[in-house]
């Protein structure tokens, strides 16, 4: 396996483990075993655990909470009711980028916990996301200033992302088993 590959490798599978566990339970070892490889391999590719961590949010978590050109292209050109209809939070992106690519299912929980992880060990992190939630907000509220009878009902960022979230913690909770009938 070729070093990009083993570095490709390692990124993926740590983001798996730091998206179902948490960064003080994932081990070196437990690194090696998901990606059938030595820690001389993730020791070259990375100087430490805390570099790879770091590198696993800024180039893999981070960009999947951003809103893409392309997507804000394809809510440019729909309705507001298809807005409200098709509009996801970045939740909702993150848990579908991340099926999407290692078919690996995830929920809100999952999402939340790698964030606060990351505040945790990177403040720059939480500024980051702070900034792409911030760059949405404008762009969603620019979407609903164009349409007269949003302003009328009052639909705003703040009211799409609430009633979004919302779904997918219903969403969340009816794929959890709660132990009741």
């Known amino acids: 396996m070729e070093s990009k590959d083993t570095r490709e490798k390692l990124l993926a ?5 730091l998206l179902t566990s948490n960064w003080e339970t994932v081990t070196i070892e437990s690194i090696e075993k998901s990606i059938g490889r030595t820690r001389g391999s993730i020791f070259y590719s990375f100087k430490n655990k805390l570099a790879l961590f770091l590198e696993v949010i800024e180039k893999m978590f981070v960009p999947d909470f951003v809103m893409t050109n392309e997507y804000k292209k394809r809510l440019s050109n729909i309705t507001s009711l298809e807005i409200l ?9 993150i848990i579908d980028t991340i099926y999407a690519k290692y078919k690996f299912q995830i929920t809100i929980h999952d999402v939340l916990n790698i964030m606060l992880q990351s505040a945790k060990f990177f403040p720059t992190c939480g500024q980051q996301i702070s900034r792409a939630v911030s760059e949405e907000i404008v762009f969603v509220e620019g979407l609903f200033e164009k349409c007269p009878c949003c302003v009328k009902i009052d639909l705003n960022f703040y009211n799409l992302f609430f009633l979004r979230t919302g779904m997918v913690f219903i969403e969340t909770f009816k794929q959890c088993d709660m132990g009741t009938d």
């Not at 599978?13 to 483990?17: A, D, N, P, S």
């Not at 098709?86 to 992106?93: G, S």
């Open 13 to 17: 599978e740590t983001y798996k483990l």
């Open 85 to 93: 209809l098709y509009y996801k939070t970045p939740f909702e992106r």
